[in-house]
């Protein structure tokens, strides 16, 4: 794909961005960087003309280049906010890319006969393709215009502002080219993982939680990609109160429900063999309606939980019965439940407690604990900030190794030291025959 192949395929491309007011912030940014040359430029013309030998100084000249001075400042001042501001509004439509190519990706089987390096492969390029379609597309696109905005000022001045403007634009040209060839490969590749839909059976819902990023707002979005291929009722979870009951509320509603975990990067939902299930921990913990009996929940093809008696409490949400200890999908955004320490691990089991405890006291958890004033009986509230955020993250790890023994947990990859210390922690844990308890953990 060439220059003016790329060009055209962002203006006609159904995928192509089309938040222009994000381009626009991106052209005035590549504005601003050039800047400084035009102001060097400006000056040494005039300098000519300000200070005349015998004549004095021109004043005119001389009110001409403090404010192009002024201009110079704003304009670089401008465009420096202007870029803090894209930067973050590039990462979360990246991050939506991604999420988009995650949920095709997951929906086509491709990981049910792949290994665990094709996965992370497959991930890897993934990246690279919502990099270009969310990240280089704007920044290609921004850099154009930017070119097209500086050629009319290029020929109707003459001097060094027009050999600025030239240079600029041969390097605009040049690096955008560049993109594109890096780029190449990888919308070939979002194009096939596009083409990989799977065209499933008819149900009353189907959600994805993808809680790692934690970008969306609404309790439910359409899914244009996927309308056309599979015909099916598509949402969206977030961790807010309000958007989790709502959610709930509907999932209480339906016969059958199909829920398709995209926790986190690096979840490889293939080690689950056909004999297992998945047991997605809900971020809320709790349904808002008693469901029928007659409703199931299938995640991941798999009967998870059936016939639940759901009265708000944790220790009434039990799932059905397996040959296999299912491993359990914590989410990255970990729920405290407004109750004591040992509760948020046993969820009001008390058979689990001695396990609790055990696996408590082989990590960094009880130290902390121990100064608590009541102990492992001190009360925790649901959205409390007493307890520090990878605190938080390995109660919810316990919490669901307590109850499923060799789960794979996911953790949060965006505070990296936090991460790694709770990793350690659970590589660490031994069962009371010395065996390893946590069978893998997939970062």
């Not at 965006?414 to 660490?428: F, N, V």
Request: with cysteine.
């Amino acid at each position: 794909m060439g220059f003016w192949q790329c060009f055209a395929w962002l203006n006609s491309s159904r995928s192509s961005p089309r938040d222009w007011q994000t381009t626009l912030q991106l052209c005035l940014h590549s504005l601003s960087e050039i800047v400084p040359a035009l102001f060097i430029a400006f000056a040494i013309r005039l300098e000519r003309d300000i200070v005349n030998p015998g004549a004095g100084i021109d004043t005119g000249n001389l009110k001409l280049l403090l404010l192009g001075s002024v201009a110079a400042i704003t304009l670089m001042v401008v465009g420096a906010v202007t870029l803090r501001i894209v930067l973050n509004r590039l990462s979360q439509v990246e991050a939506e890319v991604f999420e988009t190519l995650l949920v095709d990706y997951t929906a086509s089987g491709a990981m049910a006969g792949a290994g665990m390096s094709t996965i992370q492969s497959d991930l890897l390029e993934m990246e690279a393709a919502a990099e270009l379609l969310g990240r280089d597309v704007y920044r290609f696109r921004g850099s154009v215009a930017a070119a097209l905005v500086f050629f009319p000022l290029m020929f109707a001045v003459q001097g060094p502002i027009a050999v600025v403007g030239v240079v600029f634009a041969v390097l605009t040209v040049v690096a955008a080219r560049n993109r594109d060839r890096s780029g190449q490969h990888r919308l070939i590749v979002a194009r096939q993982l596009k083409a990989l839909q799977l065209r499933a059976q008819s149900v009353d819902w189907i959600c994805w939680f993808k809680p790692l990023l934690g970008l969306s707002k609404r309790a439910s979005r359409d899914l244009s990609l996927w309308m056309d291929q599979v015909g099916l009722v598509q949402g969206k979870v977030s961790a807010l109160k309000a958007e989790r009951t709502r959610f709930l509320t509907s999932l209480a509603q339906l016969e059958r429900v199909v829920v398709i975990v995209v926790a986190a990067i690096g979840i490889a939902l293939n080690t689950v063999e056909p004999s297992q299930f998945i047991l997605f921990v809900l971020l809320a913990g709790r349904f808002t309606k008693p469901v029928r009996e007659a409703s199931e929940v299938i995640l991941n093809r798999h009967q998870a939980i059936s016939a639940l008696q759901a009265n708000g409490e944790w220790k009434r949400f039990r799932p059905s019965q397996s040959e296999e200890p299912a491993p359990l999908v914590l989410p990255s955004s970990n729920v405290l439940i407004a109750s004591d320490v040992l509760s948020n691990l046993t969820l009001g089991q008390s058979d689990l407690e001695p396990r609790a405890v055990d696996l408590l006291l082989q990590t960094r958890l009880w130290p902390w604990i121990s100064r608590l004033p009541d102990g492992l009986n001190t009360p925790l509230a649901e959205d409390s900030d007493a307890v520090p955020s990878h605190l938080r993250q390995l109660i919810a790890s316990l919490r669901a190794l307590t109850h499923r023994s060799g789960g794979s947990v996911s953790l949060d990859n965006r505070d990296r030291s936090y991460a790694a210390s709770t990793i350690e922690d659970l590589k660490a844990l031994r069962s009371s025959d010395g065996q390893p308890v946590v069978r893998d953990v997939l970062v």
